[in-house]
């Protein structure tokens, strides 16, 4: 949930993007927190939301 939230907080800070290397290579399921960071970045969706993405 912390990535997720950092990248909204970032996102409505005014960021256009994010870059997370490690955060995604260690993740449990990468393929799953890309989607989720993708949700929350450009779709707006809510980290507490976008948490039920990561399947876990």
Known sequence: LA???KAA???SQG????????NIFMADN???LIS???AVINDG??????????GS
């Open 45 to 54: 969706v809510e980290p507490q939301q976008a948490v039920a993405m990561l």
């Open 15 to 22: 960021a256009r993007g994010i870059i997370f290397g490690r």
């Open 9 to 11: 907080d970032s996102v």
């Open 3 to 5: 990535v997720l939230q």
């Open 30 to 32: 990468p393929p799953a």
């Open 36 to 38: 989720a960071l993708n």
